[in-house]
Every structure is written in C-alpha cells, then in structure tokens.
C-alpha cells in the first residue's frame, strides 16, 4: 500500500458505509416526491441537471425544511440546490468510478477498506442512498443576484482532491468560508436536517444516517423505483 496520511477528523467520522447505518430499519412514510423550482428561497443550479429534472425532487417533508431554510436566511442570501434525487443506476455509476480511483490512489488497500473509503464521498448503492430516496440535497449558498459563496471548496471536491477541506468542521479554510459554512449549517439544523461530515453540501432527513445520528427508531424514506 502506498503511504497514506489520515485526513482530518477521519477516525472519528460515522461513514454511510458502516454496518450500524445500513441495519438502521425503513419504515416507509410514503411522502410523495415535489419539485423544488419556485419554492422562495430556493434556486436551481443546472450543473447536473438531467433532462428530466429529477435533480429538482425531493420528498415533500424535506421540501418544507428547506423552504423553512431558506426563509430563515439573511436578507439578500438564498438555498443554491445542485442536486437531489439520484437514480440508484447513476449512484452505482458514481460509486464504482470513485472507487477506481480511490484504487489508484490507496494502491494495495484491502477492498473492505476501500469499499468503506468511497463511502465518504458516495453512499453504498446497496444501502438505500439518501439521494435514491428523495431525502438528501447537495447545496450552498448563493447571492439572490446568483453568485456563491465561498466554502472553501467547490461543491463535489472530494476528500483527496481537497485535502480535507470538504470535512464539514475543517480548519484548513479561510475563516470568510467557516462563517459562511456556520449560516447554511445553523438554516439547515434548525429545520431538523442532518450534515454528512465528509461533505459540507449534503443535508438529508428522513433517510437510514438521519435516523442514526437523530435516535429515530427508523428511516421513513425508502428507495425511489
């Protein structure tokens, strides 16, 4: 194996490709699946639309928090979404290139190890994702006039590319991102959502890591057909 330093925080992390999220039960709620275009305070980005706009939906419940999100935003600040629903064949497209080039990387790793190295940046198709179930969004902040701001990564810069700047709680940002970081965290927490640690973007409610890390008996989203 090459040589490998832990990136911040790593050890500490719950990864959505450990066992204690994938027994989480799902008690199915049956919510039905809402676009976010028009909903106030929320805005479309087009980087990975498809030509069906599904990278708009998500289910009705996290539609309302968002919405609820956004209203709570300082004046002139509103919810940039760049993608929520995934089908399961394009999160298992997302998962198995990352993989590969996690194998290139952590050259001689065990797979059991590499399987859970992905997972900090692509949930286990396998495991009922939280975007194959209409219960997690990729977002930031933008500028009502539509430009972003800073995070101190782009969105989708993964762990390696970004030497652990995506970790939620990273100190290797400037302290303009970390505050910018505290407005979406402190929205989005207030409305009952959930943050992956390894990726400041994502949010999710309602699927198997939100009813971990909440003590919720189970996850009430399951996969979307």
């Known amino acids: 194996m090459k040589g490998r330093k832990p990136l911040p925080h790593e050890r500490s992390l719950v990864l959505m490709g450990e066992e204690r999220v994938s027994r989480i039960p799902i008690e199915e709620c049956g919510e039905p699946m809402v676009d976010l275009a028009g909903v106030p305070g929320i805005a479309i980005d087009q980087r990975l639309a498809d030509a069906k706009g599904r990278h708009r939906l998500v289910r009705s419940g ?22 929520a629903y995934r089908p399961v064949e394009m999160q298992q497209r997302y998962f198995d290139a990352h993989l590969d080039e996690l194998r290139v990387v952590y050259d001689g790793l065990p797979e059991h190890d590499l399987l859970l190295m992905t997972s900090r940046f ?7 994702p939280p975007h194959c179930s209409g219960a997690a969004v990729d977002l930031t902040l933008s500028f009502e006039g539509g430009a972003e701001l800073e995070m101190g990564t782009g969105i989708n810069e993964g762990p390696e590319q970004s030497e652990g700047r995506c970790f939620s709680d ?3 940002i400037p ?7 505290a407005v979406l ?11 992956y640690p390894t990726e400041w973007w994502h949010w999710s409610f309602g699927d198997r890591y939100w009813a971990l890390l909440t003590g919720a008996p189970a996850a009430v989203y399951g996969l979307i057909g």
């Open 62 to 83: 996290v539609a309302s928090r968002l919405a609820g999100a956004a209203e709570s935003l300082p004046a002139g600040l509103q919810l940039l979404v760049i993608e």
């Open 122 to 128: 692509v949930a286990p198709p396998k495991g009922v």
């Open 170 to 172: 990273a100190r290797n």
């Open 175 to 181: 302290k303009e991102c970390q505050e910018n970081r």
């Open 185 to 195: 965290f402190q929205a989005l927490t207030a409305q009952g959502l959930v943050n």
